[in-house]
């Protein structure tokens, strides 16, 4: 009897459990469902688009079936040019030509013009067979590296833009070798980024320790007037801030013009502040910074004053009061603030744009290249790609070390 | 003795270097001259060398104005997406039920820390291949799914500190769920709801990378038109307008300041 009791409240409880998870999970869904369709699934084109590309292989089907076929050295056979010939005039017809020989170029340079020119010439060709005509018109033709070239471009898998993005290449025997010194674009500037991110972090801290240290143990009034001077540019448009670098640092700027004024630097030789590195640097840590406060702030206000007036009542020195006593207990607040800096720092784009010159531009800036210039869009997602699974590792050591759940604004 | 009179100076240094930069551009905006610099006249307090004609300028130029209606346009109704799903995906993580809490927090916030560039070339591709790219609709979903994480952050910081025993009073009295929540729960979360929802608001009105990657002309908002003004021709109109946008930012920090007095758990080095 009592045994059933217990069952029936048990059971009772846990019915009540369930539609409370039920419910839960009900306000939650619509949320995680806009989430996911409107941000993971753009997350997850931007990677097919990195390692997916089938527009050669669509236009060229038959050309590419004979090509897997071939040796890669030995001369090719009449086929292959009548097919390759066929399928090259209707991509002209179809308009997808110019992007079939960009695509090829980017394999092997300067064949761009030998498709395009090609094509344009055939349309007019007519003979018994097209590779005499063909290697009449370039001698390329009969050289295995167009081939080669359009064969690379067909695949419709490929790890190709990652080869890219990760400054590495394939050689001509498939394997895969290191970009000489020289050629090496991404991963000299992906370590800049991480550098730069990482000095704008300690620069972030340096500065605002001690002004978050004088806000939070500051009388009440005297602290909210001193948080507002941090929370103005927090709270200021992003462009406004670079704007007003801008006008500070340029060379005609409000900063030149004054050492002018005073004398300091003479009139030809004004200072380059902006429009190279010491430009980002500058605007981004102003930008930053009060995301390194806030959180120090928060952290340093829960510290009673007490603990540091005992270590110096028990003989500590000022340094050893800190040192031992108050700086361990702002460990938290400095490991918030200076991850969510950095990891901010290395995604940054439009203050290096705007700022940065040619010199100090990050790798979010390559990004936006291959997008908007060299229309490169697969290789641009595979640097996407590849910066998008540093901060998700910078994500998860934050979730460990701070928990997202404690994460609070500003 | 010595030092504190270093610390106080660094730290003098400091405050001079975050609010200076946005003070300088309030004068220079009034500048007679098309310059970047204060005139000497300017430095003589010369009634002359001070006018209003960038201000005129914003007004005559049709563009800063279309700028306006579009940041607006798409600002309100992305805050409104946002704050809505927001605020009920809050009610159902600050539920002790809610399974995979904390993957799913991470989840909401991912688009407040994954960088824009990122976000908004995914975005690029995604949103073409279905029609929305260079529409009114694209950008607003794009701009509310990244004011989500503030809103998320700040009602669920909100709703901590809400006591689940005036819900439990409020069914003891009759009360329906839906009936509690409109009538005792969200009056009492309701600043911190408000300040979640001019965060999202603030994000998208400030907002230019993904407006760059898939806005067209007719989609060009105050940020996009300013990074046209820097980047093309600089103008001190765009000093003008910045001190609008300055003057925007505190009117938005009291308010949230103000709110969070009301009871809004929400931000700015909260606890």
């Not at chain 2, 908002?221 to 001190?236: K, N, V």
């Not at chain 2, 609008?244 to 080095?269: D, H, K, M, Y």
């Amino acid at each position: 009897m009592v045994d059933q009791v217990i069952a029936e409240t048990g059971l009772e409880a846990s019915k009540q459990q369930a539609r409370q998870r039920r419910r839960a999970v009900g306000l939650a869904l619509p949320l995680i469902a806009f989430v996911l369709a409107s941000f993971v699934a753009p997350l997850g084109t931007l990677l097919v688009r990195s390692a997916y590309d089938p527009l050669v292989a669509d236009a060229l089907p038959e050309t590419l079936t004979l090509l897997r076929a071939w040796d890669g050295t030995s001369a090719l056979e009449e086929p292959v040019y009548a097919t390759a010939a066929r399928e090259l005039l209707q991509a002209r017809e179809e308009r997808t030509l110019g992007q079939i020989a960009t695509r090829v170029n980017r394999i092997k340079s300067g064949l761009r013009s030998v498709v395009t020119r090609s094509v344009r010439k055939l349309r007019n060709a007519s003979g018994d067979s097209w590779r005499e005509t063909m290697i009449g018109i370039d001698d390329a033709w009969g050289e295995p590296e167009v081939w080669l070239a359009i064969r690379s471009a067909g695949e419709r898998f490929t790890l190709r833009h990652y080869i890219n993005a990760l400054d590495l290449m394939r050689q001509p025997d498939g394997s895969i070798a290191r970009q000489p010194e020289e050629r090496r674009i991404y991963l000299p500037l992906l370590w800049r980024t991480l550098a730069i991110s990482l000095g704008i972090s300690a620069l972030c801290l340096v500065i605002g320790y001690p002004i978050a240290h004088l806000i939070a143990h500051a009388p009440p009034r005297r602290a909210n007037l001193l948080l507002l001077l941090v929370l103005v540019p927090f709270w200021t448009s992003l462009l406004v801030r670079t704007t007003a670098w801008i006008v500070l640092l340029q060379t005609q700027g409000v900063i030149n013009s004054l050492l002018v004024a005073i004398g300091l630097v003479a009139d030809d030789g004004r200072i380059a502040m902006i429009y190279n590195m010491t430009g980002t640097f500058v605007a981004m840590t102003h930008v930053l910074l009060p995301f390194m406060v806030l959180p120090l702030y928060s952290v340093m206000r829960s510290i009673p004053p007490s603990h540091v007036r005992a270590a110096a009542s028990l003989g500590a020195t000022p340094f050893q009061a800190f040192w031992r006593v108050y700086w361990p207990q702002t460990l938290p607040g400095v490991g918030a603030g200076s991850l969510m800096v950095f990891i901010l720092a290395i995604g940054y784009y439009i203050t290096p744009a705007l700022v940065g010159g040619s010199k100090g531009q990050l790798i979010s800036n390559m990004i936006a290249y291959h997008m908007q210039t060299s229309l490169n869009w697969g290789l641009a997602a595979a640097l996407a790609a590849i910066l998008l699974v540093g901060i998700i590792a910078l994500y998860v050591l934050y979730d460990r070390v701070v928990g997202i759940d404690r994460m609070r604004l500003g | 003795m010595l030092a504190r009179w270093v610390y106080l100076a660094f730290c003098t240094a400091a405050f001079v270097f975050l609010v200076a930069p946005i003070l300088v551009i309030v004068p220079l905006s009034f500048n007679a001259e098309p310059y970047f610099t204060f005139t000497e006249g300017m430095l003589r307090f010369d009634p002359e060398a001070y006018s209003l004609r960038w201000y005129r300028s914003i007004f005559e130029d049709g563009v800063w104005t279309r700028a306006l209606v579009n940041s607006l346009v798409i600002g309100v109704s992305a805050t409104l997406l946002a704050t809505s799903l927001g605020t009920l995906a809050a009610l159902g993580l600050a539920n002790s039920a809610m399974p995979a809490r904390r993957t799913v927090m991470g989840l909401l916030i991912s688009p407040m820390i994954t960088p824009v560039i990122i976000a908004a070339v995914g975005m690029f591709f995604f949103y073409s291949s279905l029609g929305l790219a260079q529409t009114h609709l694209g950008i607003i979903l794009a701009h509310a799914v990244l004011g989500v994480p503030f809103v998320v952050i700040t009602v669920t910081a909100t709703l901590s500190g809400f006591d689940q025993n005036l819900m439990r009073a409020a069914a003891s009295l009759g009360a329906g769920p839906l009936r509690s929540f409109w009538r005792v729960q969200l009056p009492l979360i309701a600043p911190g709801v408000a300040s979640g929802g001019l965060f999202a608001f603030a994000a998208s009105f400030d907002e230019v990378v993904v407006v760059l990657f898939m806005g067209g002309l007719e989609q060009r908002t105050i940020p996009r038109q300013m990074w046209a003004g820097i980047r093309e021709q600089i103008s001190p109109t765009i000093l003008a307008v910045a001190t609008f946008l300055i003057v925007f930012a505190v009117l938005v920090l009291f308010t949230v300041e103000w709110l969070r007095r009301r009871g809004g758990q929400a931000p700015s080095g909260g606890d």
